[in-house]
Nanobody, 117 residues
Framework: QVQLVESGGGLVQAGESLRLSCAAS????????RGWYRQAPGKQRDVVAT???????NYADSVEGRFTISRDNAKNTVYLQMNGLKPEDTGVYYC???????????WGQGTQVTVSS
């Protein structure tokens, strides 16, 4: 099993920045992909950014060029640097990990990001 603890959400104005953190513990040697999803009010949970075991990153079109996913393997932590925030970025952000070899997914508890116009 893997436990995930998120931090870094908050209330900001449009154009400002936030950095989310997601620290993993437990069976971290089994972690394959990691990343972030978000869920806006009344909408489904959608992928924001991912980073593979090899370090390949992918972003949703809506955040490309504004958000950056990174990791610190020594701290077992993944970050999401969010710049140029927009009101439509508002939602609950969830980090996740995918494990080898099963592909099982674990989720963080979620952290609220609210961007005011």
């Amino acid at each position: 099993q893997v436990q995930l603890v998120e931090s870094g959400g908050g209330l900001v104005q449009a154009g400002e920045s936030l950095r989310l953190s997601c620290a993993a513990s437990g069976s971290i040697w089994r972690i394959n992909a990691r990343g972030w999803y978000r869920q806006a009010p009344g909408k489904q949970r959608d992928v924001v950014a991912t980073i593979t075991r090899a370090g390949t990153t992918n972003y949703a079109d809506s955040v490309e060029g504004r958000f950056t996913i990174s990791r610190d393997n020594a701290k077992n932590t993944v970050y999401l640097q969010m710049n140029g925030l927009k009101p439509e970025d508002t939602g609950v952000y969830y980090c996740y990990v995918g494990l080898l070899p099963s592909g099982q997914i674990y989720w963080g508890q979620g952290t609220q990001v609210t961007v005011s116009s």
